[in-house]
């Protein structure tokens, strides 16, 4: 099995079928809840915008890393959301519908902000992109195929469907979901495993060390400002999961600049094994007698 295959076709589909999974435990009535309290949507695109690409340049101050592969690292922290930190709130029981909305955010804006700033980091770094330019319509268009419409698609069955088979089939389809996810990062770690750098390597201690310090960021901020704990792990998500496919997309047809493209790839694919490892750690907590979990986050 093609790795591109996997990546262009298997991925998407996986993604899609969990975002519509996902629309089955929404209603309208959580999204209008969630602009009714505006201080979590704008903390949650404010640590995206502009927390995600300080942290990069702190890293890339801090680790020896090539032009090339810094590049690469500045430019997974222009392009926060996606339908895997959709994914990853469903999951972990976060606020589903904040998490959309902030990356339905991130969709809109991540034309105008990316081009502008990466151009900056190229010229920074040494490095030159002539006609540097992100297509505005295919990526909202890519994110509105594997996200929006999804979701809005489970949405409108739950509506078709009875109370008591909806609270029958959740947790399985849940399960289902979260299984496939898992059995695609494993068939893309394969997939990719040629084009990789060495999984002991700089790029590999940069690209976790952004996942980690993000994840943290977000967390520590949305704790500090008292949010229900749903919308922490929202957040955490939302700020510590990057959308990958978009910056290897800037790399490797934009810029035409594949050796910038190696560390999204890689990030795409180990950004996983924080997030795993923090959401088993949640679900594990939920699991505990409430006297133990009562302020948990």
């Given at each position: 099995?093609?790795?591109?295959?996997?990546?262009?076709?298997?991925?998407?589909?996986?993604?899609?079928?969990?975002?519509?999974a996902m629309g089955l435990s929404l209603t309208g009535t959580d999204f209008a809840r969630t602009w009714r309290h505006p201080r979590r949507v704008l903390l949650g695109t404010a640590l995206q915008l502009l927390a995600l690409p300080l942290l990069a340049w702190a890293l890339v101050l801090l680790l020896p890393l090539s032009p090339l592969a810094a590049a690469g690292l500045l430019l997974v922290a222009l392009v926060p959301g996606g339908a895997t930190s959709n994914m990853f709130s469903y999951l972990v029981q976060g606020d589903l519908a904040l998490s959309v909305t902030l990356t339905a955010i991130a969709a809109v804006l991540a034309p105008f902000t990316l081009p502008l700033i990466m151009g900056w980091n190229l010229e920074l770094l040494g490095l030159t992109a002539l006609g540097f330019s992100l297509p505005y319509w295919h990526t909202v268009g890519q994110l509105l195929l594997v996200t929006l419409l999804p979701v809005l698609a489970g949405m409108l069955l739950r509506r078709a469907l009875p109370a008591a088979w909806r609270e029958r089939v959740l947790p399985?389809?849940?399960?289902?979901?979260?299984?496939?996810?898992?059995?695609?990062?494993?068939?893309?770690?394969?997939?990719?495993?040629?084009?990789?750098?060495?999984?002991?390597?700089?790029?590999?201690?940069?690209?976790?060390?952004?996942?980690?310090?993000?994840?943290?960021l977000g967390h520590m901020v949305a704790r500090r400002l008292r949010l229900p704990h749903d919308s922490v792990r929202a957040i955490t998500v939302e700020v510590g999961v990057q959308n990958a496919g978009v910056a290897m997309m800037v790399a490797f047809a934009l810029l035409q600049q594949p050796a910038i493209g190696l560390v999204p790839l890689l990030y795409g694919l180990l950004m996983n094994v924080p997030v795993f490892l923090w959401m088993f750690t949640c679900l594990w907590r939920d699991r505990r007698p409430v006297s133990a979990t009562a302020r948990r986050y």
């Open positions: 099995m093609s790795a591109d295959w996997l990546s262009q076709v298997a991925l998407p589909w996986v993604l899609a079928s969990v975002m519509m399985a389809v849940k399960g289902v979901t979260g299984v496939a996810m898992i059995t695609m990062v494993v068939a893309l770690f394969v997939g990719h495993a040629g084009r990789l750098p060495a999984l002991i390597s700089l790029e590999t201690l940069a690209v976790l060390l952004l996942c980690l310090s993000s994840m943290t």
